[in-house]
């Protein structure tokens, strides 16, 4: 007996249309829809999504928050994160994935940060909650003539030295700790200065109790990106030195008695940089290391600690 198949090529799809009566012409219809839906599918397969890591997992104010984005089909293209609404600079780490830096500090508030990740594999959107943190509360007094300095020289050069974003990384594993004095005031601190509550500041750094002409070592390999002196307008940071250690990484150095590095030239993890000093606003001898990752003075233990690639 000679079978009856539809020329569509499957036995007793008549009869089944037949059943739900569907004229031919819908059929074909379905049929051709069909045939384009697959098409598009086969040429434009869906988007993996970005794998996302951040750490660390419960961050609080202070730290800096590493965010790594994996590729699932090696795009090779730099994706685009904001935070916040805010875009954030993202660099490549090697095999397909992608670093982007959330700096925070005592002055961001504690909350939902919504990580936005978007290029070629389409969209994700990640959040990371930011805890409170209790910072220690201090009372300086500064003598008249330490009160109000500061020029705009100064003001400028060091403004300019924290928008730098190299491409290259130049530091690698847990930073040295850049001088043996003893810790004086940590980071976070805030301050009443003659007797009024500073609003909107923070100690940006950790203070080293040393002996004047005790070494400054660079915790990390970098460039020297600023050298500022007394003499040249620094009245307020004092004897200074910047080093860029790529990707929106830096230190400074401020109240340094002596500066033993040139600007341009690129120092080595544990090189001498200066010594210790009490030059500009100072109550006496000590260093202050800043870090700073894209503008923002964030906590330098975790940096010391751990490991950010």
């Known amino acids: 007996m000679k079978q009856h198949i539809s020329f569509y090529g499957l036995p007793g799809l008549n009869a089944a249309l037949k059943k739900h009566q569907f ?45 790594i984005s994996s590729e699932s089909r090696g795009s090779a293209h730099v994706p685009a994160v904001s935070i916040n609404g805010t875009g954030h600079p993202t660099f490549a780490v090697g095999n ?16 939902e940060y919504i990580i936005r990740v978007a290029g070629p594999e389409g969209p994700r959107n990640p959040m990371v909650w930011l805890s409170d943190r209790s910072f220690r509360t201090q009372r300086i007094t500064l003598p008249p003539s330490r009160s109000n300095l500061g020029t705009d020289y100064e003001f400028d050069q060091v403004a300019a030295f924290k928008t730098i974003l190299s491409p290259d990384k130049l530091w690698n594993g847990p930073l040295l700790r850049p001088s043996q004095g003893s810790v004086s005031s940590e980071y976070g601190v805030r301050r009443y200065y003659n007797g009024v509550f500073a609003e909107d500041y923070y100690h940006r750094g950790v203070d080293y109790a040393a002996a004047t002409g005790s070494p400054v070592i660079a915790p990390a390999m970098g460039k020297v990106a600023l050298v500022g002196r007394v003499a040249d307008g620094f009245e ?27 600007p341009g030239e690129i120092v080595q993890a544990g090189q001498v940089i200066g010594t210790v000093g009490s030059t500009g606003a100072s109550t006496g001898p000590h260093l202050h290391w800043g870090l700073y990752v894209n503008g923002v003075a964030v906590d330098p233990n975790p940096w010391r600690h751990g490991s950010f690639e």
């Not at 051709?32 to 660390?56: K, R, S």
């Not at 397909?96 to 909350?111: A, D, E, K, M, W």
């Open 23 to 67: 004229s031919w012409q819908s059929v074909l219809f379905m049929t051709l829809a069909g045939a384009i839906t697959l098409f598009v599918t086969l040429a434009h397969p869906p988007a993996y999504a970005y794998d996302v890591l951040i750490a660390p997992s419960g961050p609080r104010q202070g730290d800096t928050v590493s965010i």
């Open 96 to 111: 397909g994935r992608y670093r982007t830096f959330l700096p925070t500090s005592p002055l961001h508030p504690s909350g």
């Open 236 to 262: 307020l940071h004092g004897n200074t030195v910047g080093l860029d250690h790529g990707q929106g990484v830096e230190s400074i150095f401020i109240h340094l008695n002596s500066i033993n590095v040139q």
